[in-house]
């Protein structure tokens, strides 16, 4: 099947994580929903002004991370915004024998580049996340009621650069050696030992893709894959930037379904795609927010 060229609007709900009396929360099970978290992450990012890229600076950024994190802040009800985090996650991982019944993370924003393996590419009109080409655009997010009307907040700005078709069934054959271990213990691992549970993200298919995200040392069309971000010297939480695209790609009503992606939808040339990018980064860099490019590799603990 041929490539397609599109821009996807990628719901993925969750709400924020809360962590147990020890201020710490243990890898997030299959029978609970995906969550959010708020995360201080020490990685590069972009600024509007200069337009270059800023090194290994630390951020706070949301981001789906399952496995585990310890609190190393929290903010006070009265001093939030609405939908600002309640508190601040510092992730880890442990390594484990049996990774049966754990939820495993996608996309995966820490590394050299992006990842997105898996969620929803096996669920009805999934087909078209199979085959996404290089320079399609997909942009999770979650829905959300503020202030009385439904709006759509962002997260995760994911820009195609090139993919690695696998068999989920045996997924290392293709896979190890060309993406971080971290991501294979967190997203590959359990999503492989987890295969024949059907939750809407992990379920059993012939073929997945991994996709690996553009980068600004390896953009596409002068695009890259991004996250809003704010400087953690700053000491403040942010909600998720509210955004609005036309209609055409793009609902504020959307909560459940990606949209964008059916097989028999029209290609999106370059120009569109470039310009439905340029708005979404106007619109994040509107909220105050830089655009944070890549996080370090969470550390593995005992």
Not at 23 to 36: A, C, E, M, S
Not at 129 to 154: D, H, Q, T
Request: hydrophobic content about 30%; glycine content about 10%; some cysteine.
């Amino acid at each position: 099947m041929p490539d397609i060229y599109r821009f996807v609007q990628f719901p993925h709900p969750g709400g924020e994580q809360k962590p147990g009396r020890d201020g710490t929360v243990d890898w997030n099970k299959l029978h609970n929903p995906h969550k959010r978290k708020f995360m201080r992450v020490q990685g590069d990012y972009r600024i509007f002004k200069d337009g270059e890229t800023h090194k290994n600076e630390k951020m706070d950024v949301w981001g789906e991370w399952e496995p585990e994190s310890r609190v190393i802040a929290e903010f006070e009800l009265e001093e939030q915004c609405s939908h600002a985090p309640r508190y601040l996650w510092e992730p880890y991982w442990v390594a484990r024998d049996s990774y049966w019944g754990l939820h495993n993370t996608d996309p995966f924003i820490f590394g050299d580049c992006f990842l997105y393996s898996n969620c929803r590419q096996t669920s009805q009109g999934g087909a078209g996340l199979r085959n996404l080409g290089k320079g399609s655009i997909m942009a999770f997010g979650s829905g959300k009621e503020i202030k009385g009307k439904r709006k759509w907040v962002l997260d995760t700005v994911f820009v195609v650069r090139d993919y690695i078709d696998y068999d989920p069934l045996n997924p290392l054959r293709k896979l190890e050696g060309k993406v971080p271990d971290c991501f294979l213990e967190v997203s590959i691992k359990p999503l492989r030992q987890n295969l024949r549970r059907n939750n809407g993200c992990i379920n059993e298919c012939s073929r997945l893709r991994l996709y690996r995200g553009a980068t600004p040392d390896f953009p596409v069309n002068g695009m890259f894959s991004f996250f809003p971000a704010r400087l953690a010297s700053k000491r403040s939480c942010f909600s998720r930037p509210a955004i609005c695209l036309e209609e055409t790609y793009f609902s504020p009503r959307n909560w459940q379904a990606p949209k964008g992606c059916a097989l028999g939808g029209p290609n999106l040339g370059e120009g569109t795609r470039r310009s439905l990018w340029n708005s979404l980064v106007k619109q994040v860099k509107n909220e105050g927010l830089i655009l944070g490019t890549s996080a370090q590799l969470p550390k593995c603990r005992s």
